[in-house]
């Protein structure tokens, strides 16, 4: 990430924002779109790392008491630039609470700029944060299913498990089993 980022110290509110998988499950590619004081900036992540920022915020949402009832839309509606410049692959991430606007703060920061404490920071409103949870969700839900022994994805054309030593399950030949 560059200065002309436009990055500062303070947050700026999302106005727009969007998550999303590319591609066929397997070989996907994870980003959020988010539109901040009418620039478009794209963030690409890792799968885990999408699920993780959307269990974390719900985790927050959690925590801090709620105002009482939300009023306004959660995102302006308007055009997402997807062929904007001002992207990167996500490194760290900071996620705090900002009680005096009741905003999630969100510090993104680029992996390549890892010495660096300049990033991304935003503000998503609850009614935004329940969105993006629910969009990480049903994008990692949507993924290859998952073996019940090892954690990992299970490919279309099967899986070596290194639970069961990097062997499959063999079938059993009916034959050997009946007398004769």
């Known amino acids: ?7 500062s110290g303070t947050s700026d509110e999302v106005q727009r924002f969007r998550a999303e998988a590319l591609g066929e499950p397997g070989q996907r590619r994870f980003r959020m779109i988010v539109v901040v004081n009418d620039d478009t900036y794209i963030i690409w992540m890792e799968k885990q790392q999408m699920q993780a920022l959307g269990l ?8 801090v008491p709620s105002r009482g009832p939300e009023i306004g839309p959660g995102s302006v509606p308007g055009d997402i630039d997807e062929t904007t410049s001002n992207q990167f ?17 969100i510090h993104a920061f680029d992996i390549q700029e890892a010495e660096t404490d300049q990033g991304l920071n ?7 944060a329940r969105e993006l949870i629910r969009e990480a969700s049903v994008l990692a839900a949507a993924g290859r299913p998952m073996c019940p022994m090892c954690g990992q994805p299970i490919d279309p054309g099967g899986h070596v498990c290194p639970e069961q030593n990097g062997h499959l399950p063999l079938p059993i030949d009916d034959s050997l089993l009946s007398e004769e």
Not at 1 to 7: A, L
Not at 56 to 63: P, R
Not at 122 to 128: C, E, K, M, P, V
């Open 89 to 105: 692959r996500l490194g760290r991430v900071e996620l705090g609470f900002d009680e005096t606007g009741d905003r999630i703060v």
């Open 122 to 128: 935003l503000q998503f409103s609850r009614a935004q």
């Open 56 to 63: 974390a915020i719900g985790q927050i949402l959690e925590q």
């Open 1 to 7: 990430m560059s200065d002309d980022f436009g990055f």
